[in-house]
């Protein structure tokens, strides 16, 4: 067999990774003739993915393990938590026999790698006594009938391989006492759901990044979900200053329609929040993104201007609130939908709650002459 150099082998992989990727149509990371250079920079992709996955928690870690996964995955099946809980399971493939837990914990609320090991070991520790249908009596294992179980996996079908994702793996000593417990699990179960000899396994990001190939939909897609969730967070401290006229307008509407006062006050706490939302939206961008940060300014003239007009028009501004959630969605849309179309119409509605508190439009005026 002929020696090969470095190079070599490096375009014989990317070629054979385009070539793969072209006939799926996917957006390809190598564009030119790629060199031992360009690997590097292939590998950074997966560095930066791998650290995007250690900075989603909760939902948005899960929901970006399994839109990776399913990517790759013929048959890879989510499950939805609703109506009774998805025992344990968030995801199977193989009709049935692999299942995927996830977990994404917020790390930086452990004060040490103990604690978040703890809290690791912990999560999939009950994951896996509800995949086995056992929980504790006076510290004993004892069988527990899963019935949501019966209604997710194809009848007769027993998982075989299970999947533990989690948004930290740097240490090993996850490892024992999670596999031991499957084991212990394994023996008490009745193994209704799950083969004897199932195999578990601790997945972490790094290990996620590296086992399909990185391209710019993916890194884009998990961008994404790291701004929304530095968005939500952000939004969670976010301090509403001036907010006379906007609580004043609450009161005038529940002088008007009294037997509403629980609506109005449930939609003034959404509108409040709505409004921070887009504050931090608009600090992140200023910060991060001012080319959109600029085309923020520009809509949010859009929506003052329309909104402005159609309260003027109406005898009964209150009335408008609806049809200027409308306004500004629509216009919001046109620049921002495609990046960060799930929360489009929570900014819709936070720049609404921001106009009503600065509007110069006196509700009660219009009100007087209801």
């Not at 930290?168 to 490892?175: A, G, I, K, Y």
């Not at 530095?230 to 906007?246: D, G, M, N, R, Y």
């Not at 159609?310 to 919001?332: D, G, H, V, Y």
Request: charged letters at 25%.
């Amino acid at each position: 067999m002929p020696d090969h150099s470095i190079n070599d082998v490096a375009m014989y992989a990317v070629d054979l990774y385009n070539a793969r990727c072209t006939s799926f149509g996917a957006v390809l990371p190598f564009v030119h003739s790629p060199t031992s250079i360009e690997m590097v920079g292939y590998q950074s992709l997966i560095d930066e993915y791998a650290a995007s996955l250690e900075g989603l928690t909760g939902i948005d870690f899960q929901a970006e393990v399994c839109a990776r996964l399913q990517t790759f995955i013929i048959g890879f099946q989510t499950v939805p938590s609703k109506p009774h809980g998805d025992a344990g399971l968030d995801a199977f493939s193989e009709r049935g026999r692999h299942a995927y837990c996830c977990y994404g914990p917020e790390l930086s609320t452990y004060k040490n790698d103990k604690e978040r090991v703890d809290a690791i070991v912990d999560k999939f520790r009950g994951d896996l006594r509800r995949l086995y249908e056992l929980e504790f009596n006076k510290k004993a294992l004892q069988h527990c009938d899963s019935p949501e179980m019966e209604t997710i996996l194809p009848k007769g079908r027993k998982i075989g391989h299970i999947e533990l994702l989690v948004n930290w793996f740097e240490s090993h000593r996850v490892l024992s006492p999670i596999l031991s417990a499957a084991e212990e699990y394994e023996k008490v179960s009745q193994g209704r759901f799950v083969e004897p000899n199932a195999t578990v396994i601790v997945v972490g990001p790094k290990d996620l990044a590296n086992r399909y190939a990185v391209d710019e939909v993916t890194i884009t897609r998990a961008r994404q979900r790291v701004f929304l969730q530095k968005i939500q967070k952000k939004a969670q401290s976010v301090v509403l200053t001036s907010t006379e006229q906007f609580d004043e307008k609450k009161e005038i509407l529940k002088e008007m329609y009294p037997e509403q006062v629980e609506t109005i006050d449930a939609l003034w706490i959404q509108l409040q929040t709505s409004w921070r939302m887009a504050l931090a939206f608009d600090q992140e961008l200023d910060d991060t993104l001012p080319n959109l940060h600029r085309d923020l300014e520009t809509n949010r003239g859009r929506i003052l201007q329309k909104v402005l007009m159609l309260m003027l028009s109406s005898p009964a501004p209150w009335e408008q609130l609806l049809k200027s959630t409308e306004f500004a969605t629509e216009i919001l849309r046109k620049d921002f939908d495609a990046l960060f179309g799930t929360i489009v119409e929570d900014l819709s509605n936070g720049e609404v709650a921001r106009l009503v508190g600065e509007c110069p439009i006196g509700w009660k005026r219009a009100a007087s002459h209801a």
